[in-house]
């Protein structure tokens, strides 16, 4: 069975630092992996996917993600926070690759950001 | 306007009452889906729709039933709301290929 664990429910940072957001994920396929983000009073908005091709993912606003399968991980960074980066970010799992099937979720990780 | 769009988006019920929430999209999308997401929980999918003719349950379909009335219409029903239902509900869409889901803004329900 498919599941993703968010290592951290809530993470805050001080403007101007480094954002680490961590995934974990078990799959018994070739996952498709994906990011999203959800500002208040908003829905899901992609902030990149991983599909098997290059490890290291660029997605948009500056964040990136780097997939280890030997860690079964996908941590999403960022090298400098703004305050517009706090919201909740999801991290989902796809078992089929390159493609979809269903989406599974993790439970969420809150990012605060300070001045 | 957004391309997924998303009726009510807030709505107070009280138990037992039977509530239909809609989802459009322009998007010309095969694919919708129906989440609902619960604090901490994150996103527990309720029924998905491949095509017009084609329905399933997700995880958590208990309680809720589906209409697929066009490609672009998707509609959620509580037939007998009760207030473990109160969450945020969202609906998605995706192309034939799922590369990617779009999301609507959400319902917010309370169910009292």
């Known amino acids: 069975a498919q599941s993703v664990t968010q290592l951290d429910s809530h993470v805050s940072v001080s403007e101007g630092t480094p954002v680490l957001l961590r995934c974990n994920y078990s799959s018994s396929y070739s996952p498709s992996l994906f990011w999203y983000v959800q500002h208040p009073n908003k829905g899901l908005q992609l902030l990149l996917k991983?599909?098997?091709?290059?490890?290291l993912v660029k997605g948009i606003n500056g964040f990136e993600a780097e997939f280890k399968k030997s860690e079964t991980s996908c941590h999403l960074t960022k090298p400098s926070a703004h305050m517009s980066d706090a919201a909740e970010y999801f991290c989902a799992v796809s078992p089929v690759s390159g493609g979809y099937n269903k989406l599974i979720f993790g439970a969420g990780t809150r990012l605060a950001v300070h001045p | 306007d957004a391309d997924v769009t998303q009726t009510p988006r807030n709505r107070i019920t009280k138990t037992g009452k039977r509530i239909m929430l809609e989802c459009s999209q322009t998007k010309g999308h095969d694919r919708m889906y129906w989440y609902r997401q619960d604090p901490g929980l994150g996103l527990q999918l309720i029924y998905y729709s491949f095509d017009v003719k084609d329905i399933n349950k997700g995880e958590i379909s208990d309680g809720y039933s589906v209409s697929r009335q066009a490609q672009a219409k998707f509609s959620l029903s509580l037939e007998s709301a009760i207030p473990n239902q109160t969450a945020l509900y969202f609906c998605?869409?995706?192309?034939?290929?799922?590369?990617?889901?779009?999301f609507g803004p959400g319902t917010r329900l309370t169910v009292l």
């Open positions: 998605a869409t995706s192309d034939f290929l799922g590369r990617e889901q779009f």
């Open positions: 991983y599909t098997s091709a290059a490890t």
